[in-house]
């Protein structure tokens, strides 16, 4: 394996996967973003690195200096690390790999700066980036079922209420049958006696009205 590979094998698989796998970990313009190493294994419980809470992220907008103040990380530490990935890319790109190390190593050294303690904090930054990651996805995890379970609430809800519409409008349309039935049949007698007849007991009946008018203006 790489070098590259095997550092990613290191803190528990949570270096970014390289499309290249011959990129060197000092080599950042070759990384690509992909899942973490596959060699870390499915659902390995991860220590909390959080001491306080960290800030939410906002649009997908990252707080780093917030997440790693959480993760107990001093701002001094960090700046180590932003020294040192500023020396690096001072650096020619088409300068070896090797060579760029003998020469970030030494300056650092020169500058009193220890690599052990700068490697120690960019893997506490890991540790701290890949945990926000995990609680991020847990509680979106969370969101997403909840969501769902309201959603089929709502929708056997709305199920329900199509049924009770339809059951009103079937039972209506029975009630309307049934009434124009036992309407032919009274007016079956009413005819018996005749139209003019059953005009005038409507007009003084204090019981009965006129029918109202109908589309064409006529009772």
Not at 75 to 85: D, F, L, P, T, Y
Not at 93 to 102: I, L, S
Not at 104 to 121: H, N, Q, W, Y
Request: with cysteine.
């Amino acid at each position: 394996m790489t070098e590259g590979r095997n550092w990613g094998q290191t803190v528990l698989g949570w270096f970014i996967v390289r499309e290249d796998e011959q990129a060197q970990p000092s080599d950042a313009s070759s990384a690509e973003v992909a899942a973490p190493d596959a060699t870390a294994a499915p659902g390995t419980a991860m220590p909390n690195v959080f001491a306080s809470a960290p800030p939410a992220s906002p649009g997908g907008r990252v707080d780093f200096d917030g997440v790693f103040d959480a993760a107990g990380i001093e701002r001094e530490e960090r700046e180590r690390i932003g020294k040192a990935g500023e020396l690096l890319a001072s650096l020619p790109a088409d300068t070896p790999v090797n060579v760029r190390k003998q020469i970030v190593e030494a300056s650092l050294k020169a500058f009193g700066v220890p690599i052990d303690k700068i490697i120690e904090t960019g893997v506490e930054e890991i540790q701290a980036l890949e945990g926000y990651i995990r609680a991020g996805a847990s509680d979106t995890q969370k969101v997403l079922e909840e969501s769902t379970s309201r959603i089929q609430k709502y929708e056997d809800e709305i199920k329900n209420i199509r049924a009770v519409m339809e059951q009103r409008v079937q039972e209506q349309q029975a009630v309307t049958s049934a009434c124009n039935a036992r309407k032919l049949e009274v007016q079956r007698i009413l005819e018996f006696f005749g139209q003019e007849t059953v005009a005038r007991v409507v007009r003084e009946s204090p019981k009965l009205h006129e029918p109202p008018a109908g589309p064409g203006g006529t009772p």
